[in-house]
Every structure is written in C-alpha cells, then in structure tokens.
T-cell receptor, first 112, second 114 residues
Framework: DVKVTQSSRYLVKRTGEKVFLECVQDMDHENMFWYRQDPGLGLRLIYFSYDVKMKEKGDIPEGYSVSREKKERFSLILESASTNQTSMYLC???????????FGPGTRLTVT | KQEVTQIPAALSVPEGENLVLNCSFTDSAIYNLQWFRQDPGKGLTSLLLIQSSQREQTSGRLNASLDKSSGRSTLYIAASQPGDSATYLCAVRGITGGGNKLTFGTGTQLKVEL
C-alpha cells in the first residue's frame, strides 16, 4: 500500500512565523504535490515537484515556497504566515505508471 | 481554463439505494479522470481512475463511466451503506498546461441514512 504521511495533523501558528509542513511518501514516486483545500473553493494546487530539486508553481504559489532535497520528502514553507493561509493542506504523490495520485491525511493549519 | 462541476452538492439517501453522482468538465483534452472519497477532516482516498481511452472502471459496488467528448463522468454506487457517507470528489488531469495538474470539482457530500 502506498503511504503518504504528513508531519502534523493540526498546527497553530502566529502571524509572521515561518512554518514548515513536511510530507513523506514511501513508494519511490517521482511526482509530489502540495494543495490547499478551502470551503467553496475546493482543492487548489500550490506547488508541484517532478523530481529531486525540481519544482513548478501551481495555481496559487504566492506566499509559499517548497523544498525537495530527497525523493521521498517534499516540504512546504510559509516564509511569513498570514491569517489568509489558514487552511487544510494536503500532500500527494503520483505513480507515473498508473497515473493515480495518493494523498496524505492533511494538516489543518490555523494562523492567528 | 479547465473547470470541473459536481452536481448535486449534497445528497441524502436511505440505505440500500443505488445512486449516481455527476461530474462535468469543460475541456475534453484530458489524460484521465479520478474519483476520490474524503471523510470529514481527513485526506483523499482514491476510488477509481479512468484513462481517457477508457469508457468505465469498476471496483466492488462502484462503477465510474467517462464520456470524454461530452465532458461527463458518473460514479454509480450500488446498494448504498451508511459507511459510504462521505464527500466524493472528481478530478481531471488536463493535457494543456504541461499535463501535471489535477483540477478538482468541489464535491458531492453524500449521506446514507439507516
């Protein structure tokens, strides 16, 4: 079974803090993704990585950066958290043979 | 720009009913369409993936169909159970824009009552 894990289920941070969200997958997938999910807006792609040290901006990259130093780990960084970044963050990886995406359990981030 | 719509937004049915969830998309240039299930406060679980060349996929009580030319997919759930209660999301992987992105609908919230 593919397993995608995220470092925290719930996180509360203050405005201006630097925030790291970590994601690890155990199936040697090349492609990894970060989404945020908001009521009424659905899931929106923040960043995508197609290999180690390779990244592409998604639909809403502003205020975020990412890091992929190892194939199994993809990190999302909020350089200076703001209240409008309060959201559910979902990490995913993709099997390039079957094209299926597999999601982690999500991190609910609250910025106060 | 690809847009994905799911109707209805919410659905409540008695246990045992067969039901159909609908998904429509505006750009038929897709690699595949994937159906997911999401329980409250949790991540997404992949249910079925249909490649653009396929018409349908089946897994247990679930059957998903794809009509690429009309921009539609349906998810059929047979003999619904209370454990099927969840939000169901469809997502398409479009060819334009690099082909790496999934575009999601906003989901159908299903409640199966005893």
């Amino acid at each position: 079974d593919v397993k995608v894990t995220q470092s925290s289920r719930y996180l509360v941070k203050r405005t201006g803090e630097k925030v790291f969200l970590e994601c690890v997958q155990d199936m040697d997938h090349e492609n990894m993704f970060w989404y945020r999910q908001d009521p009424g807006l659905g899931l929106r792609l923040i960043y995508f990585s197609y290999d180690v040290k390779m990244k592409e901006k998604g639909d809403i990259p502003e205020g975020y950066s990412v890091s992929r130093e190892k194939k199994e780990r993809f990190s999302l960084i909020l350089e200076s958290a703001s209240t409008n970044q309060t959201s559910m963050y979902l990490c995913a990886s993709r099997n390039t043979a079957s094209n299926e995406q597999y999601f982690g359990p999500g991190t609910r981030l609250t910025v106060t | 720009k690809q847009e994905v719509t799911q109707i209805p937004a919410a659905l409540s049915v008695p246990e045992g009913e067969n039901l159909v969830l609908n998904c429509s998309f505006t750009d038929s240039a897709i690699y595949n369409l994937q159906w997911f299930r999401q329980d409250p406060g949790k991540g997404l679980t992949s249910l079925l993936l249909i490649q653009s060349s396929q018409r349908e996929q089946t897994s247990g009580r679930l059957n998903a169909s794809l009509d690429k030319s009309s921009g539609r997919s349906t998810l059929y759930i047979a003999a619904s159970q209370p454990g099927d209660s969840a939000t169901y999301l469809c997502a398409v992987r479009g060819i334009t824009g690099g082909g790496n992105k999934l575009t999601f609908g906003t989901g159908t919230q299903l409640k199966v009552e005893l």
